[in-house]
């Protein structure tokens, strides 16, 4: 099937290789399936389970800038929240669109659970900082971030 990698492995090779002691009976050959599929992130092509994370873990530089975005939007939270400046105001200061600060602020309010698996890498495979500076990419509900968000 293409949606999946199959190992097959030889029971008595097995046997011999490892220098273990089994019984003559059983199966020859056990299979061994995992679901998988070549998923686009950006521009990379990344290989991923069927619970939506990577088999190999996002490249550190995609860690680094989500980790930078999320620090950068609750820093521009804290000032706006703490000095009751207005989002214009504050985004000519930074040098930045009110509406690119009004989207990088609303990762502020992204779920703990979200958070924790963004500083790990451990997002869905197809969830990168750009994804979530979308329009609409945060839902105010948490339950649905985790659905969203976080592998299966």
Same mark, same amino acid.
């Given at each position: 099937m293409p949606d999946r990698f199959e190992l097959l492995l030889n029971r008595a090779a097995h046997v011999q290789v490892l220098a273990l002691h089994a019984p003559a009976e059983g199966e020859p050959v056990f299979t061994h399936s995992v679901a998988l599929r070549l998923t686009r992130t950006g521009r990379a092509m990344r290989l991923v389970q069927d619970n939506g994370q990577a088999v190999t873990p996002p490249p550190l530089a995609d860690t680094q800038a989500l980790v930078r975005l999320l620090a950068r939007a609750r820093q521009w939270w804290k000032l706006l929240r703490d000095t009751g400046c207005e989002i214009k105001v504050l985004a000519a200061r930074e040098g /930045? !669109? +009110?509406?690119?600060? !009004?989207? #990088? /602020?609303r990762l502020a309010f992204l779920s703990p659970r979200v958070v924790e698996a +963004? #500083? #790990?890498?451990? #997002?869905r495979t197809e969830i990168d900082a750009q994804g979530l500076l979308a329009t609409g990419a945060i839902?105010?509900?948490? +339950?649905?971030q985790k659905r969203r968000y976080l592998p299966g």
């Open positions: /930045v !669109t +009110a509406s690119y600060m !009004t989207r #990088l /602020v +963004a #500083l #790990l890498g451990k #997002l839902n105010p509900h948490w +339950a649905e």
